[in-house]
């Protein structure tokens, strides 16, 4: 199904894209998109994310190596309460 929608650039040289163009390819603010251009008009698409952009996946494996949480609170505190034994 064919659906043609309108905006105008800006003087900025900015473009709003429509709500529904929005809706139907998930664009929300940041998304990258690129523009194709082809013989007698250009191409919108929605574009993955690059493998690392967000700052979790950046993160990703720097932790690798430490020892459990548990060894490292005992280092800093000291060890903890001897359990007592059950009769």
Do not use: H, N
Not at 12 to 40: D, Y
Not at 48 to 72: H, M, N
């Amino acid at each position: 199904m064919l659906y043609i929608m309108t905006s105008r650039i800006s003087s900025k040289g900015q473009i709003t894209v429509p709500a529904q163009v929005r809706r139907a390819l998930g664009l929300r603010a940041g998304t990258p998109v690129a523009f194709e251009l082809r013989s007698g008009g250009v191409l919108l698409r929605k574009r993955a994310p690059a493998a690392g952009s967000d700052p979790v996946d950046r993160l990703y494996g720097v932790l690798r190596g430490l020892p459990p949480v548990d060894q490292i609170i005992e280092q800093l505190r000291g060890p903890g309460p001897v359990p007592k034994r059950r009769r």
